[in-house]
């Protein structure tokens, strides 16, 4: 079993930033493949970014790229998303989530572990 806990969301106005952590707790953190998602009202969970156990490899949402950035200490079990220049569109709540297996990386259904979720709120 792997526990996660999102902290870091919050209000923003557009074009600021936040940062996002994901602390995690149980196995061995850097064996595992780390996702962000999010949830708008009525719509469906959506990728934004994953990152290899190691931290070496990153992908990101094209709604996202340039934008967002994650990132990951090992040491400390704990991944982060970088948000900036955000926008109301990117009002959300945010989950981060693991998987064992670095494939269908988008694909919130392939993801074993996931977090209770954290809010972020961008006003206009």
């Known amino acids: 079993q792997v526990q996660l806990v999102e902290s870091g969301g919050g209000l923003v106005q557009a074009g600021g930033s936040l940062r996002l952590s994901c602390a995690a707790s149980g196995r061995t953190f850097s064996n595992y493949v780390m996702g962000w998602f999010r949830q708008a009202p009525g719509k469906e969970r959506e990728f934004q970014a994953v990152?290899?156990?190691?931290?070496?490899?990153?992908y990101y949402a094209d709604s996202v790229k340039g934008r967002f950035t994650i990132s990951r200490d090992n040491a400390k079990n704990t991944v982060y998303l970088q948000m900036n220049n955000l926008k109301p569109e990117d009002t959300a709540v945010y989950y981060c989530a693991a998987k064992g297996v670095w494939r269908s990386l988008a694909s919130s259904q392939q993801y074993d572990y996931w977090g209770q979720g954290t809010q972020v709120t961008v006003s206009s």
């Open positions: 990152i290899s156990g190691r931290g070496g490899i990153t």
